[in-house]
């Protein structure tokens, strides 16, 4: 059984939406109400300057005062009509900006997640369940600017009309009238005003009926909008394009989609539209419209006792007719501001996800000495929903101005040992100290800030060179064209003619130019100079080379890092030799510490076995049969 939603609730949470969406759009909500105000009220206009033109036409005709009444409508419905125009082509342009717009709330949330949070599955998992509320039927963060549009139409419309209307409950039928003073009687009265409410509110209510099935169908909606949103477009992913055509793999996405019929005509939904909700949103209708005619019959009997004038009649059945149409909005709207709120509950759900890791509060500055020490004191970690542990027992200190090479098979923990350094994770057990204190008593932006990596499937974006080597669009040009330089891509520099403005890439840019893999990497370690770290640490970036260009990035990367303290990680050991000390990774812990020639002296260390397990692809010959 599904929760009953509380209006207040309801209401609170789509007035957190609306000042959401107002922070990514400021001008949006401003206009969009203007828009409604003249949508809402000119119906009613029209219906104002139509009766008093009848009524001056039924009575004394006089032709100053037609002109008059002729000339101020038509000034009056097209200035409003201008005005209403400009409006609504104004918010239609910024609401599909705001389409866009309000993904920057997602954005500047993931930017400001630590890392760890980022990393959780249940977190995208969050994120894609509400993409695909948004994909399938617009619910969440949208719906709440047409909510909003819904609700300030209607309430100004029931307004105008009420305003437009109150004259035809208190004109009196004249006693000479027969049997039509009845209508004159306070309890007739009443009661009219009474069942026009009601079975305004009963239309509404059957409308709201109809849009809360929806609720019921949103898991199977989701799942088929995934399934449509990656089968559906899957011919337009370049990087599959060589396996579709190798394996066929066309006649398996042909599949979901005649399996994926979700959204068809026999589709669950579809039933449910032909059943509960086409019943539901018909007899809503019905009732309008039946209460339409009421209002016709109560209006042309009160005219025809002499209430008011013929001219009166079409003032007072528009209006109420339109007013009966703007309470039925308006109560049916409350059914999607119900169904609505259980997805805003999702969206705020991901916006509120809270911070875990200690932001800190001592002040880390970067010395110009690059005198810092880092000790791993008995540090144990394992990721969030794992019992297995990725580091187990760790215990290393290395200085400034040093070397220092992690090597290991896949899945010893070195890349776990490197985050855990960045302090994109905090361990579960044991302490990592900086000069003798641990590292989350520094502020946490400060302490990031000393360390400059390069990753294995470290990011280049589709932005000018000098942009991605700074990490922003205002930078040094001269210290940009240095750490290219010293990153070994000064060649291919010299030959671009827009320099440092050379796009990256065709993405967005037709002049944009492609990079190999090889100087993908220098353009990487260009931006890890640039950054000016005491720290930096290459992350097997250069996993996808041979050994020998791998050595020679490496031996580069030695020269230029100066008196900074260097970490290296690789899969080849061969790379590594030049480094002062070497940590070797096994099973989650480290099982040996030395140079080069003193790992490879121990015969039976993992060191050596290793070595000499790489060495053989090398030095033996296999011929070929």
């Not at 004159?184 to 849009?211: D, E, R, T």
């Not at 909606?221 to 793999?249: C, P, S, V, W």
């Not at 940590?583 to 480290?590: G, K, M, N, Q, Y």
Request: overall charge neutral; some cysteine; aromatic content about 12%.
């Amino acid at each position: 059984m599904k929760e009953k939603v509380r209006i207040r609730h309801a209401a609170a949470m789509h007035l957190r939406g609306i000042k959401e969406l107002h922070k990514v759009s400021p001008k949006f909500f401003p206009l969009l109400t203007l828009q409604c105000i003249f949508c809402a009220v000119l119906p009613y206009m029209a219906v104002f300057f139509s009766a008093q033109i009848l009524k001056e036409l039924a009575d004394l005709r006089r032709e100053d005062i037609l002109w008059n009444w002729a000339a101020a409508g038509v000034l009056c419905m097209g200035a409003a009509s201008i005005l209403k125009a400009v409006l609504q082509r104004r918010c239609h342009t910024l609401r599909y900006d705001l389409w866009d717009r309000k993904e920057m709330l997602f954005v500047r949330k993931m930017f400001a997640l630590d890392f760890s949070e980022l990393e959780k599955q249940e977190n995208y998992d969050l994120r894609a369940q509400i993409c695909q509320n948004e994909n399938w039927g617009g619910w969440g963060l949208m719906r709440v600017q047409k909510i909003y549009e819904s609700f300030v139409t209607s309430v100004i419309g029931i307004l105008s009309g009420i305003a437009l209307t109150v004259s035809l409950f208190t004109s009196s039928v004249p006693e000479t009238a027969g049997w039509l003073v009845i209508l004159n009687h306070p309890i007739f009265l009443l009661m009219s005003a009474m069942l026009m409410a009601a079975v305004s509110i009963a239309a509404g209510k059957f409308s709201a009926a109809s849009q809360k099935y929806w609720s019921d169908y949103a898991e199977e909606a989701t799942l088929g909008n995934r399934l449509f949103g990656h089968f559906g477009f899957i011919g337009l992913n370049k990087e599959r394009n060589i396996d579709i055509r190798m394996y066929h793999q066309q006649n398996l996405v042909s599949a979901y989609w005649s399996a994926n019929s979700v959204f068809g005509a026999d589709s669950p939904i579809g039933k449910m539209a032909r059943g509960k909700i086409g019943i539901y949103a018909s007899m809503g209708v019905c009732i309008t419209a039946l209460m339409t005619g009421f209002i016709y019959v109560f209006t042309c009997l009160k005219a025809w006792g002499g209430a008011f004038g013929a001219g009166s009649i079409t003032q007072y059945a528009g209006a109420a007719t339109a007013m009966v149409s703007n309470v039925f909005a308006l109560t049916g709207f409350m059914g999607v501001l119900e169904t609505n709120t259980g997805y805003l509950k999702k969206t705020f759900e991901f916006l509120d996800l809270p911070n875990a890791m200690c932001q800190g509060s001592l002040t880390l500055e970067k010395r110009s000495d690059c005198q810092y020490e880092i000790e791993f004191r008995d540090v144990s970690f394992r990721y969030p929903g794992s019992d297995i542990w990725a580091l187990r027992h760790v215990n290393i200190k290395f200085k400034a101005d040093s070397r220092l090479a992690i090597v290991g098979e896949n899945g010893s923990g070195k890349t776990t040992f490197i985050k855990l350094l960045c302090r994109l994770y905090d361990p579960q057990e044991g302490q990592i100290l900086l000069n003798g204190i641990d590292i989350r008593k520094y502020r946490y932006d400060d302490y990031r800030n000393i360390f400059s990596v390069v990753f294995q499937d470290f990011q280049l974006i589709c932005q000018p060179l000098g942009a991605n080597v700074a990490g922003s669009m205002d930078y040094d040009p001269d210290r940009v064209h240095k750490a290219l330089i010293d990153a070994g891509f000064g060649d291919r520099l010299a030959s671009m003619e827009k320099g440092l403005d050379t796009m990256l890439y065709k993405n967005l840019s037709e002049d944009g130019i492609e990079v190999s893999g090889g100087e993908a990497q220098k353009i990487a370690i260009a931006r890890a100079l640039y950054k000016d770290a005491p720290f930096m640490i290459l992350d097997e970036p250069t996993a996808a080379l041979d050994p020998i260009a791998e050595a020679e990035i490496y031996s580069k990367f030695n020269e230029i890092a100066g008196d900074r303290t260097a970490i290296y990680i690789s899969h080849r050991l061969s790379s590594c030799k030049f480094c002062d000390e070497i940590a070797v990774f096994h099973e989650s812990r480290i099982v040996q510490m030395g140079s080069h020639n003193e790992l490879l002296s121990d015969k039976v260390g993992k060191y050596h076995e290793l070595w000499t397990a790489q060495a053989q692809y090398y030095t033996e010959q296999n011929p070929c049969p």
